[in-house]
């Protein structure tokens, strides 16, 4: 059972989720502020943390 | 992209401004797109259900915590979810209304709630609007009185729309249901277009049972919605199963019978709780919803020839709008003929409404932002310039 990659997959749907958050806010131009760019960056950020897990877990 | 065989990937609230009338209440909020991903499983609410097994008792995920939260969101005391408003129709007509009953509902009342008397085999009266488009208090005395001339019996439940699902206009709930108490009848108020989208106070109201949609205002998954009433009522609409197998002699705990035991089991629960905080946070908002349903509505009627049919200015984010003299008349003589409006409304990110409209349509904008409610706007003065429409558009 590797828990850790199983929360990596949660974690990491839940920051894809926030983006897709993003999208609609955004929508139809998506023309992100300076702010929503910042928070979006984050968001990306921690998504490839994620992954890094992802690959570690599963993959090594 | 698919989700499955030949299941499209849905992207119309990434992709565009919806202004679907019924969808616009009912989007998902971040969490609730969250709960959905974890909790999508059949039964995913049941892991830690234990005794007296229903799901207003199931303590993790917090649904016991969530269903006494609801009735004081409602100001109400008790509240059972349910697969839909018209689950919540259905159960307070099975148990109010007796075959032949009287039962009064409006003009506008949704079909479901007629289905719901039907079921009930009750006979509907139904209250007239007046020439503005709003249900009143003396035309509620005067259909009273007339079912109970006609069939000689008083009528045993009043069905009454918060905010009706054709013009969106708010209707005076209170006053209503106080001419309804003077002849003892009880009265179910619809908030399917309101709880969720607008502070709505059951008690101050004078609902005996008040009724709401998650898919439709909530920002949950289908089908899921709130049915409350008062402590009065409780035990005759949520009365618990007294049945036994006349062979096993087996009987069903504390199931209640108009529920049909459990309820909403899984991701329809977790996701209307999910969407609750902010729903009560957005509730406190609506003013801002309906400043910017009003930036639609004026730059509508700065097009030559088009009229809201809704109660203006607007007090609600669903409007109805009347553009025969208007955008109709470009249809005539258009390529695309009445498919046109819809159309370049797609070509520039905006969808919901009816393909082919032109004529009489709804849109509903809540949930959008200033910014988006300017875009819309200035939107649809541009498809009508740009159409050879006159007026102060430009």
């Known amino acids: ?60 | 992209m698919n989700c499955g065989e030949g299941i499209d990937t849905r992207q119309i609230d990434e992709l565009f401004i919806n202004l679907d009338p019924i969808q616009a209440g009912g989007r998902l909020t971040v969490d609730a797109m969250k709960a959905v991903l974890a909790y999508g499983d059949g039964y995913s609410v049941c892991d830690n259900c234990s005794k007296p097994f229903r799901l207003d008792c199931i303590r993790k995920p917090p649904l016991a915590d969530f269903h006494i939260d609801l009735a004081n969101f409602l100001h109400m005391d008790t509240a059972r979810l349910v697969p839909g408003a018209r689950r919540g129709f259905q159960a307070v007509a099975d148990v109010m209304v007796r075959p032949f009953d009287p039962v009064l509902l409006t003009a506008y009342s949704h079909y479901t709630e007629f289905l719901a008397v039907e079921q009930a085999q009750g006979v509907p009266f139904e209250i007239p609007a007046d020439d503005s488009g709003i249900i009143t208090p003396d035309a509620t005395a005067e259909r009273i009185e007339e079912a109970t001339r006609t069939t000689g019996k008083k009528p045993s439940l009043l069905f009454v729309e918060q905010v009706d699902y054709q013009y969106g206009n708010i209707h005076p709930v209170k006053e209503i249901a106080k001419v309804a108490h003077q002849y003892d009848i009880p009265v179910l108020c619809n908030g399917a277009y309101t709880i969720g989208i607008m502070d709505v106070d059951g008690k101050d109201l004078g609902a005996d049972f008040l009724v709401g949609s998650g898919h439709k205002s909530m920002a949950a998954p289908a089908p899921s919605g709130v049915l409350a009433t008062t402590s009065e009522l409780t035990e005759k609409v949520f009365k618990t199963t007294k049945i036994k197998g006349d062979l096993t002699g087996r009987t069903f705990g504390v199931k209640e019978v108009e529920m049909m035991g459990c309820t909403l089991m899984g991701v329809t629960s977790v996701g209307m709780m999910a969407s609750f905080p902010h729903v009560k946070e957005r509730v406190k908002k609506f003013e801002y919803q309906v400043k910017y349903a009003n930036i639609i509505a004026n730059s509508l009627l700065l097009i030559e020839g088009t009229k809201i049919l809704s109660e203006f200015p607007r007090k609600h984010t669903l409007t109805r709008v009347n553009t025969t003299d208007s955008f109709d008349k470009v249809a005539k003589t258009h390529k695309k003929k009445g498919y046109f409006l819809t159309s370049a409304l797609r070509d520039r990110g905006i969808t919901g409404i009816l393909a082919g409209s032109t004529r009489v349509w709804k849109y509903n904008s809540y949930g959008v932002s200033e910014e988006q409610a300017k875009y819309v706007a200035e939107t649809f003065t541009a498809i009508a310039d740009e159409n050879g429409l006159s007026g102060n558009s430009s």
Do not use: C, N, W
Request: aromatic share 4%; glycine share 4%; net charge positive.
């Open chain 1, 1 to 60: 059972m590797s828990k850790r990659a199983v929360d990596a997959v949660f974690q990491g749907l839940y920051l894809l989720t926030d983006i897709r958050g993003v999208l609609r806010d955004t929508a139809p131009k998506h023309k992100l502020s300076s702010e929503q760019k910042t928070e979006t960056e984050k968001i990306i950020g921690k998504l490839e943390r994620q992954i890094a897990i992802l690959k570690e877990e599963l993959l090594a």
